[in-house]
């Protein structure tokens, strides 16, 4: 048994952690989160160059087919870096999903263009992922769809979308086709915007394979993605907490020599340390851990996401009235790890399914 | 990450599950928790059972041979292989009391040859029972600051003074014991590591009524105790760091979340089988919502075990991923307990196991126990101050009376 990362993960992670820091700081993230599609657009490409548009995708349509651990140690300094490009839907569950469902066609068509990072593809799957509010829905009547869908990630700067209508049927729309609306809404994250898609009679483009089975491995993916992103995001906070804590003298003493201040970090350390392992291991049983895949990802985000409301809101508290203003930055950290978990699927209905999932109670009806 | 286990491995779980299947018959009855629970000396079959187990490799499997140990080399990796395949048929673990997690590894890492041939063995094989004199009325969480005292007296030290929360000191046949034996050195420095029989005259041991009922702490009194010198483990004025540097065998001893495992899978069971007005609790979304906030927990905590156990294996220095452990498993074990409480409702506060009840009454005992653990072996703002301090680099707490 061997519980840790291994030599390639270790230098995936210095590269991208590296890149990240000396790219980023706080006024790219400012700019970035004003800005309309609230994507860093030089960034991006710089990303492109590092392969972070590939990693799951297969070599033969040049991506570098890795798997979701590594996948998932990247998403984690991306959240740490709150790097300012979309991630988790285009360069996860869209390539999973045409790697799971679509056509060859489908996927020669798609699957090097995005691991180029020349296009991006926006995932609206919540109906499925956290249920569906007001009915909205999309109606598929004889390869014509209608409707409406909320909550589409990464799909402000998206030249696709991927929705799967009432059926459970997977569609690939291309934005400004006819009868293909998208209404840009911000989110509290303005690195993240939510879009709304509106259908009327649009064409669709089914893909091949009408397979439950790949929503759920898309959401599932999704899921372990934004759970390490935001454990990324949570580590950076405490980081930030404990160095200023350090720094910031009252009383005549650094604000780190009280206990008040030292046990709340102390707290949050201790919540974090096991996250990580929960994250590592639900993206380790995706691949390759079939019987506890689906269970791993439900505690993996619900619990991630409780611990990350906590450290978000005490690393804020720790830079007192500092934490609270737009010089320190913190509440981009914030705003992220509160938008990851809100998406697909919040705790409390992640909790619900992972019920159902074990036979504890009957499945939804 | 590769979790399967590696030929070696594969083949020593193999060799695990051959030894349970020919001698489970053997095992004692008695779980590690009903003696935790409830300290008393061990019965014939437990000490068989141990003794096969130390021979076997199955317990105190580093302990040298000559020793009496198994002495097979450190593997981390097969140690949890035997506590997690112990647990898999429900077999009580080989006893971890103090005697086997901290005096042994002392005596092997500070011990004189004599003490070690004469005290090891016995004690990994059940023989001689221990407790531990550390804490005092006046030093608690600041120990260094206790005030037993030894004065010389030709080739003996005298002993004089009082121990608290001395665990199962009333069964004990010997204490290992911090005492101030250097009047001159400082607070640190002044202290020395001393073992001696429980039958010395002087010695008075007084339970202590805890709120669990049953007497599994003692205060012990020490008044003119003569212990000879060279019962004095690893030099004079040494035993503050032989306390703190045992204290570093915990790794071994990492939150065993086993535990909590099992405590959880019969909780399972309890929503499954409790009603309320006809329907499983597990129909109650309050209820099925805060078991699988506990399951998350539980998974978070022992896969994190195995991120220690494969750290340790690969040689990584001791850092804050092992400070966290304490904290979190005694807050999830005492959670734990609460939510099975809370399920059994009324039945819930029913105590000393009431025979009309269809589910034993130890809930109730882990709770309270579990919040002593809480607070014993370092208290959670204790450990908040080592995480915070020697984990993140925060400054130290102000000490007073440095030595």
């Known amino acids: ?365 | 990450m590769d979790l399967a286990d590696r030929a070696e491995h594969k083949a020593f779980r193999a060799e695990v599950r051959e030894f349970i299947a020919a001698h489970r018959h053997l095992a004692p009855e008695e779980t590690a928790d009903s003696y935790r629970l409830l300290p008393r000396p061990y019965s014939e079959k437990v000490r068989k059972w141990q003794s096969l187990l130390v021979d076997k490799g199955y317990a105190s499997r580093t302990v040298p041979k000559s020793y009496g140990g198994f002495g097979a080399e450190p593997d981390i990796l097969k140690t949890k292989i035997i506590t997690d395949e112990f647990f898999r048929a429900g077999l009580p673990p080989a006893l971890y009391n103090q005697g086997v997690s901290m005096l042994v590894p002392t005596l092997l890492e500070h011990g004189s040859e004599e003490q070690k041939k004469k005290w090891i063995e016995p004690t990994i094989r059940a023989e001689v029972f221990w407790c531990q004199g550390y804490s005092e009325p006046g030093a608690g969480s600041d120990l260094a600051s206790l005030q037993t005292r030894a004065h010389e007296d030709g080739d003996d030290f005298v002993i004089n003074g009082s121990k608290i929360w001395t665990s199962s000191a009333h069964i004990a046949d010997m204490i290992f014991c911090l005492v101030r034996t250097e009047t001159k050195a400082g607070k640190y420095d002044g202290i020395s590591y001393l073992i001696f029989s429980m039958d010395t005259p002087g010695i008075e041991v007084r339970p202590l009524q805890t709120m669990t009922g049953h007497p599994s702490f003692n205060e012990v009194f020490f008044t003119d105790v003569r212990v000879p010198k060279s019962q004095v483990v690893g030099g004079r004025g040494k035993g503050w760091k032989i306390a703190n540097s045992t204290l570093a065998h915990e790794r071994g001893m990492l939150a065993n979340t086993n535990h909590a495992a099992g405590r959880l899978q019969k909780i399972t069971g309890m929503l499954k089988s409790e009603t309320l007005n006809g329907r499983p609790l597990f129909e109650n979304a309050v209820m099925m919502d805060r078991f699988i906030r506990l399951q998350a927990r539980v998974q978070a905590l022992r896969l994190h075990e195995m991120r220690l156990v494969t750290e340790a294996a690969t040689g990584k220095p001791r850092n804050i991923a092992d400070m966290v452990c304490k904290l979190l498993g005694c807050e999830l074990n005492h959670q734990i307990d609460a939510f099975a409480i809370d399920i059994l409702g009324e039945i819930g506060v029913l105590y000393d196991g009431v025979p009309s009840v269809h589910h034993d009454s130890i809930w109730q005992q882990f709770f309270m126990y579990d919040l002593g653990l809480i607070i014993g072996g370092g208290t959670a703002q204790i450990q908040k101050n080592i995480i915070a301090e020697r984990g993140l680099d925060m400054p130290r707490e102000p000490k007073s009376a440095k030595g």
């Open chain 1, 1 to 365: 048994m061997f519980f840790g990362l291994s030599e390639e993960q270790l230098l995936i992670q210095e590269s991208f952690r590296g890149h990240l820091t000396r790219s980023i700081d706080l006024d790219r993230i400012r700019k970035t989160a004003k800005s309309e599609s609230g994507t860093d657009t030089p960034l991006r490409q710089e990303l492109n160059d590092l392969g972070l548009p590939g990693l799951l995708i297969s070599e033969d349509f040049g991506g570098s087919g890795l798997q979701l651990i590594d996948a998932a140690i990247v998403a984690i300094e991306l959240g740490r870096s709150m790097a300012p490009v979309p991630f988790a839907a285009t360069f996860i569950m869209a390539p999973l999903a045409l790697t799971l469902a679509g056509s060859p066609a489908q996927q020669a068509e798609w699957l090097p263009r995005l691991a180029s990072g020349e296009t991006t593809i926006g995932v609206a799957l919540a109906n499925y992922a956290s249920g569906t509010r007001r009915s909205d829905s999309v109606i598929n009547q004889n390869n014509r769809l209608n409707g409406k869908i909320p909550f589409a990630l990464d799909a402000a700067t998206a030249d696709a979308f991927l929705i799967a209508d009432t059926d459970g049927q997977l569609h690939l729309l291309r934005t400004g086709a006819p009868g293909v609306t998208v209404e840009v809404l911000p989110s509290i994250d303005g690195t993240r915007p939510l879009c709304t898609l509106h259908l009327e009679n649009a064409d669709a483009e089914p893909l091949a394979k009408n397979s439950p089975e790949a929503i759920e491995a898309i959401i599932r993916a999704g899921r372990i993605i934004l759970a390490a992103e935001s454990f990324g995001a949570a580590e950076e906070m405490l980081d930030r907490a404990v160095a200023y804590a350090k720094e910031r003298n009252q009383f005549g003493r650094a604000i780190g020599s009280f206990q008040a201040i030292k046990h709340l970090c102390a707290e949050m350390a201790a919540e974090l340390q096991p996250c990580q392992s929960l994250v590592w291991y639900a993206a380790y049983a995706f691949d390759h851990l079939p019987e506890d895949a689906a269970l791993s990802a439900l505690l993996a985000k619900s619990h991630m996401d409780e611990v990350g409301r906590f450290v978000s809101r005490s690393a804020i508290e720790v830079h007192g009235g500092m934490g609270y203003t737009d010089l320190m930055g913190l509440h981009f950290w914030f705003k992220r790890i509160g938008f990851n978990r809100a998406q697909l699927g919040g705790p409390e209905n992640l909790r619900a399914a992972a019920a159902r999932l074990q036979g504890f109670v009957a499945p939804a009806a």
